[in-house]
Each structure stands twice: as C-alpha cells, then as structure tokens.
C-alpha cells in the first residue's frame, strides 16, 4: 500500500474509534486484595480483556460493579494532563508480570495496601514517605529521578469515565485512573498514539 493511502486509512480509521465505533466498557471490583479504598482491583474489559490493578488518582472515587467507559493512554492521566512516574511504571511492570520482590505470599493483602500507597505517594497524591518498602525499592533503582515522568513503557494509564458522547468521541465524568500492562510491540504503539487500538479490537470481533 502506497504510503499516502496508508496515512488516509489511518486517518480514517482514527475518525471511526472517536465516532462510530462503540467506547470501550470496564467492569472495576474489590479482590480478596484489595486493601481499605485501594487495589488490588480486578478489572474486566471489553477490549483488554480482565487484569489486577491500582488506583491512580486517590481523591477519585467509583462505584465498584458499575459500567463504565474507558479509554487507554500511553502513560498520562487525562483528567489531571499528569504524565505517570518511573516508580509507577517500574512497580506495576514488576506486580504485572509477578516477579515484584516480597509481593506475593502470606502477606499479600498488606503488601497491597503498601503498593497502593506507593503509587498515590508517587503521583503527588498522597504524603511521600520513604519508609514505604515500594518507595524504598524503586529509589534504590532511579534515586531522587523517582517521580520524574516515565516516557515510554509498557505500563499504560486506563482513563475510566462515567460518560462517552458517540458524535464526538469526548468523555467526561472522570471516574478513576488505573493501570495496564500491555507488551511493547511497534504496531502496538502506533496504535495507541493514534488512537485505535480499540478500533483493531473491534475489527477482529467481526
């Protein structure tokens, strides 16, 4: 394919994902892990399928059950334009793939309240105390770069939404951010900077 028709599929298919295709929907519930209002999370989606996650935004609350819209972001949490911190991106990376040091085991639900701490600690929303075992861990690896902005990962921010207006691809009603894992693959990431992973998602249903 020539390289301007690609570029004109592209486009077109961008103006789909925002327009007439169908938002993507996410399912969020509590978890025996799920530690006071934080993770773990069991999310369950309609294009990424159902994965364990954590609260980005600690003052934002959702209805555990509820319906609602996502869309995912390559790293920043569209209801404050806050790009995620390496710390964040390196715990969930290591939770994700089950190799986080100490995580799992007999302690697991305490650990998870100190995860989800770590995280509110290192996107500004909670007072940072480095005595938090995951806040130790991850300084001992970046030093005082911990919160500076990840760039590109494989984490990915899940922006959730208590509304999507189909005309013209805006959501709005800002439920919770969470985190998503999704391996790194060229494709993958141009998909995600255009905005059509779910359009992809939604073809291979057909």
């Not at 789909?16 to 773990?40: H, I, K, Q, R, W």
């Not at 911190?85 to 969930?92: D, H, N, R």
């Not at 938090?132 to 970046?142: D, F, K, T």
């Not at 709005?172 to 060229?186: E, Y």
């Amino acid at each position: 394919m020539k390289l301007n028709s690609l570029l004109s599929s592209l486009v077109l298919g961008a103006t789909l994902s925002t327009g007439s295709v169908l938002a993507n929907t996410v399912v969020v519930d509590t978890t025996p892990f799920s530690y006071g209002n934080g993770g773990e999370f069991l999310a369950q989606t309609s294009n990424h399928g159902d994965f364990l996650t954590f609260c980005v935004e600690k003052n934002v609350f959702f209805t555990e059950g509820a319906n609602y819209y996502y869309n995912i972001d390559e790293n920043t949490v569209l209801s404050q334009g806050d790009v995620i911190s390496k710390g964040t991106a390196y715990l969930f990376n290591a939770f994700s793939r089950g190799t986080l040091a100490g995580y799992f085991g007999p302690n697991r639900l305490a650990n998870a309240g100190l995860l989800q701490n770590a995280f509110w600690m290192l996107e500004g929303d909670l007072t940072y105390d480095n005595s938090n075992p995951y806040i130790a861990l991850v300084e001992g690896i970046y030093g005082p770069n911990v919160m500076s902005d990840v760039g590109s990962s494989n984490v990915k921010v899940v922006n959730i939404w208590n509304n999507y207006n189909a005309q013209t691809g805006v959501y709005s009603g800002d439920k919770q951010s969470m985190l998503i894992r999704i391996p790194d693959s060229g494709m993958t990431a141009l998909l995600l900077g255009l905005g059509l992973l779910s359009l992809v998602a939604f073809r291979r249903k057909l």
